[in-house]
């Protein structure tokens, strides 16, 4: 008799351990659980160093947050204490007056575990919610999860004739990430010598994020990661209503499996996602509209050839007069002058008078931390990038800019650090890519909706950015420090050229003083762990 197929691997606790996280979690063998009965710092504590663990929160929480705690007044703690109360306060509220505003006053801390990159994309689109997504730099995804390799085991791929190769395919994928971590690792020792004053831990965790760095392509969008969220009820409404419309099979299974949980806490703000005449016709909408322009698209673009070469970032859109309009609008809160009268008279000024203006409203910025005003928000920019899945990764999660994407397919090329080469190592991951390619072009006959999860994180994708000049300083210059990963740090400094050059807004690039446009060291992370390293000397 065959195994079961199973999406999620249960952890195993003792049972003093069930006892104390029964208190805090609302289920102890699902990938998704809220925290209760935790101090909000406790907890963005926890969600904050479960970012850079390999561990799952309920084991985390155990190991490291546990013996800092009182929990001897806790043993009787129900979750449920006081719901009752807190939904007829809401009912009465929301139902005689209508205030959709209440639900923004009730927050969950959301752990979700075991979900695929993909899944983790439509997980973040929501901008009115917090994330921590789990690290591929800190992360080594050789390290099996059930005796499992770390990847989605979509229960209708498994169950059809296609199984076996999707995971045959995949655990290889997973053994040359394996044989590639430990050759990048030695080639960088190789080439890195160690400063005699940097402590062992500082050296090796440098090395280690830089190896995993030079890997990280080869994994699929399959690959398992985990995901804090914290939301108000009106967030995750928003995201569920979203998820159970969408054309991934897991996606629709997990928005269950959090609505399930999410109920245990705010109930009240969650009850019309499965309402028939309220969150089912929202999620009904939202699929038609796909479908209607998945048809539409289809025919008009039936005869349109394959994708013309195109640089890897593009500006498609900018504003000629951006910078006289930013003078207006850093001057507007000062005056009580039309706008209009307030542009005119900027259009007058001189180019000093302007930068002078300019000057003042940015002031002494002593580190990229320091950010001016909402002026700045004025002008805008919109970007066409084509890079790879992994550097879509990271840029997605700057929810506060307008962002869409294409869908992840091989047909872009992949992207090959050149370490890889240097190290030899050109014909592995190569031969990765190819069986990522294959497995691809299988699934894509008979599953579609899941074939992406066969696509290794080296393919490029295309991707829309739309920012204003505000967010662009923000974005660029955190993207463009020297331990960023190079993928990205290569679209945002195309990003500052394009601002300055093709825009002329030379004005508006120079504000960005924290844009880092230098070539990488070889280990970007080491200064990063030796002020970490130099921090908890300092706290001890």
Known sequence: MSEPVTAYVAEEFTSDEADILRRYFTNLDQPVFALVNLPEVVKGALFARYSRSSLSLRRLFLKEFVGDLDISGDETIDATVGLRRAEELYDRVFFQYGDDSVAQLGGVHLACEQASNVLTKVLEWGRLASYLEQSTRYISYDKRLGGRYRYYRDPEILASALGTRYVGDMDRLFDSYS??????????????????SDPDTVYHTAIRARAFDSVRGILPAASLSNVGIYGTGQAYEALLLRMRSHVLPEARSYADLMLDELRKVIPSFLKRVDLADRGMVTSEYLSDTRDAMEGVTAELFADEPAPLPAAQVELVDFDPDAEIKLVAAMLYPHLDLPERQIEQRVRAMSVDDRLSVMRAYVGNRKNRRHKPGRGLERPSYRFDVLADYGAFRDLQRHRMLTIDWQRLAPHHGYTRPPEIDAAGQTGVFDEAMHRSAELHGVLDEHFPDQSVYAVSLAYKVRFMMQLNAREAMHMLELRTTPQGHPAYRAVCQDMHRLIADQAGHKAIAEMMSFVDHSVEPTLGRL????????????AS
């Open 527 to 538: 200064d990063a762990e030796r002020r970490s390293a130099a921090r908890t000397v300092d």
């Open 179 to 196: 044989e590639l971590v430990p050759a990048m690792v030695d080639f960088y020792r190789e080439h890195v010598v160690k400063d005699p």
